[in-house]
């Protein structure tokens, strides 16, 4: 297992456990939105950011086999 897995592992993780992650460490939704002056300029629902870290933790798996089965075809020459 290369790093790209394991990095495609946690965000998935992230992805399901982001709110009771958040309510452990004492933030809340606040987090994911810019603010200026008091006021909200930008702000992303938590679905959505949970949404985005499933999809990068899933390209991030698919990237990772395939460098594993391209390494894993090196090592062992198909005769």
């Given at each position: 297992?290369?790093?790209?897995m394991?990095?495609?592992?946690?965000?998935?993780?992230?992805?399901?456990?982001?709110?009771?992650l958040l309510?452990?460490?004492?933030l809340?939704?606040k987090?994911?939105g810019l603010?200026?002056?008091?006021?909200?300029?930008?702000s992303l629902?938590?679905?959505?950011?949970?949404?985005?870290?499933?999809i990068?933790?899933?390209i991030m798996?698919?990237?990772?086999?395939?460098q594993?089965?391209?390494?894993?075809n090196?090592?062992?020459?198909?005769?």
């Amino acid at each position: 297992m290369n790093s790209k897995m394991i990095w495609g592992i946690v965000l998935l993780a992230l992805s399901l456990f982001l709110k009771p992650l958040l309510a452990i460490v004492g933030l809340n939704e606040k987090l994911f939105g810019l603010h200026l002056q008091g006021e909200t300029v930008f702000s992303l629902s938590p679905l959505l950011v949970r949404i985005i870290l499933a999809i990068i933790g899933i390209i991030m798996l698919i990237i990772g086999g395939m460098q594993v089965a391209k390494q894993n075809n090196k090592v062992t020459p198909r005769s």
